[in-house]
């Protein structure tokens, strides 16, 4: 403790020495560029490589009719060019082996693939028809989970909020994409990877080639971000090693590109969340409900444990949770910086922080703000000389603002240099004034949008 430590790896990267997957002195390399799969959902009628074999500097073009085959077993993302079917758009359908990245780039862009089109499902919406419950989200955790009454205690509470949110996808695209070196020497087989644990690559390498795990050497020195993307190994390694076996004994280099990483690293999974809070007048909650709603692929099932949180992080005596997969024709989701960490901690928070402001209708309480207790949630707009030292630009918009009953209302104002209109909300938190006697919330809408942010 108060020992200031030399970081193991801090001196070569910064002076931009230090060796990543793809960086590897391996002898006599070759390169490896994927054909991806342009339709959701379907299978391989035909393929043409005539053009692309024709190449000078090509190798070998792998497809699903020549490629070499795999033990696989249950989990389909491994089953790299194993068959005709496609499960997603952007999944591997072939790949190129060159002497050049450029020849392999080329190559590949040459490989005609017709399809057999079916109808595809991409679209995740809270009531899907194939919405289901999964055994257990990621992690081992319980699929739902419930305590006390939930809506008895919501008919009961003064306050009730009620609301659906969603959250976007979100797609890991750390400084170092996902590499792999594979390498093939007396019947072993050699990774260099850009992984966070070379121990599962190992596990999950092994039974498909039918080696054993001290017939696997992975080795990755230094790993260029990860955000858990690279946690586990995806169907880019198990790509590398089969060219590596068609490669005439020499070394493949492979590295995602980064709009293939889109599709083929993981991806935090959209959300649709209905939070349901019930409070006392001072804010205690008194019941939580919250049913997330998440996709996975229909080849491989990922659940995000989107509503684990809310079962430790909020005292309350009535709560329920659960969760509920639509499997769509979609890439297939995977970890990412704690997985759903971001998607699933925001929620109750962010309505509870508001619960004051969803006083029932009728309520003697609804009137008086002030009777809540609440001080920091609800806000009187006043309107104030602006503050000497206050920024230019601030003071321009707080000329803007209007107080109209002592409610904070929008006041519409031209911008210069564009088309929208600005919507500014002029506030004082009083138990805040004399730190801070101003405060200034906008929104920009383009094309005079006129909605409160």
């Known amino acids: 403790m108060g020992t200031d430590l030399r970081r193991l ?9 230090a060796p990543y997957a793809y960086d590897q002195p391996v002898d006599d390399p070759v390169y490896l560029y994927p054909v991806q799969s342009s339709i959701a959902k379907g299978s391989i009628s035909r393929i043409d490589t005539a053009a692309a074999a024709s190449i000078d500097g090509v190798i070998a073009v792998l497809t699903h009719e020549n490629a070499p085959r795999l033990a696989v077993g249950e989990d389909a993302e491994y089953a790299v060019l194993q068959g005709p079917e496609v499960g997603f758009r952007g999944q591997f359908v072939g790949a190129v082996i060159a002497r050049t990245p450029q020849a392999a780039r080329h190559a590949a ?30 992690g081992g955790i319980a699929t739902d989970t419930s305590v006390g009454d939930v809506e008895a205690a919501l008919a009961d509470a003064a306050v009730v909020i009620d609301h659906s949110y969603r959250t976007p996808a979100e797609h890991n695209n750390p400084m170092e994409p996902h590499t792999t070196v594979a390498v093939w020497s007396g019947g072993e087989l050699t990774l260099y990877d850009s992984t966070q644990g070379v121990h599962p690559v190992r596990q999950a390498m092994a039974p498909l080639f039918s080696l054993e795990p001290g017939q696997v050497h992975v080795i990755a020195p230094h790993v260029g971000g990860g955000f858990g993307s690279k946690g586990l190994p995806h169907a880019h390694v198990v790509l590398a090693a089969l060219a590596a076996k068609c490669s005439n004994g020499r070394p493949v280099k492979f590295a995602l590109t980064r709009q293939q990483m889109f599709a083929l690293a993981g991806y935090r999974t959209p959300t649709i969340q209905h939070v349901r809070l019930g409070a006392t007048v001072d804010g205690r909650l008194t019941a939580i409900s919250q ?23 909020y005292a309350a005596g009535n709560r329920r949770t659960t969760h509920r997969v639509a499997a769509l024709d979609v890439p297939i989701p995977s970890w990412m910086r704690a ?3 971001v998607s699933r901690d925001v929620r109750p928070g962010s309505r509870h922080g508001r619960a004051g402001r969803g006083l029932r209708a009728g309520s003697d309480r609804a009137a008086d ?9 609800f806000r009187q707009a006043v ?36 088309a929208g209109r600005r919507r500014c909300y002029v506030s004082v938190q009083p138990h805040r004034r004399e730190r801070r006697a101003d ?10 949008a006129d909605r409160r942010g």
Not at 294 to 307: D, G, L, M, N, Y
Not at 369 to 377: D, I, Y
Not at 439 to 448: E, L, S
Request: proline share 11%; with cysteine.
């Open 9 to 17: 790896d801090g001196v070569e990267k910064v002076r931009g020495t």
């Open 339 to 341: 997985p759903g960490g």
């Open 291 to 313: 049913e997330a709603v998440a996709q996975t692929s229909r080849i491989k099932e990922f659940v995000e444990p989107t509503a684990e949180p809310a079962r430790m992080m």
């Open 439 to 448: 405060r200034i919330q906008c929104r920009f809408h383009p094309h005079g």
């Open 383 to 418: 309107l104030q000389p602006p503050p000497a030292r206050m920024p230019r630009r601030r003071r321009r918009a707080l000329r803007l603002g209007e107080a109209f009953g002592g409610a904070a209302q929008p006041a519409r104002g031209p911008v210069a240099g564009g």
């Open 109 to 138: 862009s040459l490989v005609l693939v017709h399809y057999e089109a079916q109808e595809h499902d991409v679209f995740l919406t809270a009531q899907h028809p194939g919405l289901y419950a999964p055994a257990q989200a990621n």
């Open 369 to 377: 703000p002030q009777r809540t207790g609440h001080r920091s949630r």
